[in-house]
């Protein structure tokens, strides 16, 4: 069925440094890719996304990036501060209603 | 304007008890999902409703969950019984379009503590 992997699970980093987490998705239909953003003890909040006409998307310190030949998308945070540490979950849908998560990746951004 | 509220934040129940919980979505969402989150795993759809209608429940496991969303308002999930696995976080997003075409706005989760 549809799987959407994501590493890693954990990372850690220093503040100012960039981080960055993967995912791959199974289904080839597969064409909107948000990511998520929960931090501690708060609601998943959407803080990028990206149609699969597109490669390449940026909005300040984030962006993310989408090859569809090897079904990778990936989320580059750069400069990163001592707020951006949270759960990170990426997604994959096929433009239907059901969209498929990953399982999250906990970033520590250590000041 | 209000975002999702679910209720309840947190519940401790026995084996074998029932348990509900509610969502109220976004005023003016039609579209309204259940997903579960077990610790370190993924946020596991559940089911969608469009309006009152089931959109898609392939997600829920079990006859022993019913999601009910009558008048196309809020909306409730009931475990019954209640078995040690249905443990975790169970969330409710609501959106205007469809969740592959747009933002999902979820709730604070209400978590599952299954004795």
């Known amino acids: 069925g549809e799987n959407v992997e994501q590493h890693p699970s954990t990372l850690s980093v220093q503040e100012g440094d960039s981080a960055v987490i993967k995912c791959t998705y199974s289904?080839?239909?597969?064409?909107?890719f948000p990511w998520y953003k929960q931090e501690l003890g708060k609601r998943p909040q959407l803080i990028i996304d990206i149609r699969s006409n597109v490669g390449e998307k940026k909005d300040q310190r984030i962006a993310v990036t989408l090859n569809k030949t090897a079904k990778h998308f990936s989320l580059h945070i750069t400069e990163t501060q001592p707020e951006d540490s949270a759960v990170y979950f990426c997604?994959?849908?096929?433009?239907?209603?059901?969209?498929?998560f990953g399982a999250g990746t906990r970033l520590f951004v250590k000041a | 304007e209000a975002g999702v509220t679910q209720f309840p934040s947190h519940s401790v129940i026995e084996k074998g008890q029932t348990v509900t919980l509610r969502c109220d979505p976004i005023s003016g969402h039609d579209n309204l999902y259940w997903y579960r989150r077990v610790m370190g795993k993924e946020i596991k759809f559940l089911l969608h409703f469009v309006k009152e209608s089931k959109q898609d429940e392939s997600g829920m496991p079990n006859n022993r969950f019913l999601a009910e969303r009558t008048g196309g308002t809020y909306s409730t999930l009931k475990v019954q019984p209640a078995e040690l696995e249905d443990s975790g976080v169970y969330f409710c997003?609501?959106?205007?379009?469809?969740?592959?075409?747009?933002?999902?706005?979820f709730g604070e989760g209400s978590r599952l503590t299954v004795l």
């Open positions: 997003a609501s959106g205007l379009q469809g969740a592959g075409t747009g933002e999902l706005f």
């Open positions: 997604a994959a849908s096929t433009g239907g209603f059901k969209t498929i």
């Open positions: 289904d080839s239909a597969s064409n909107y």
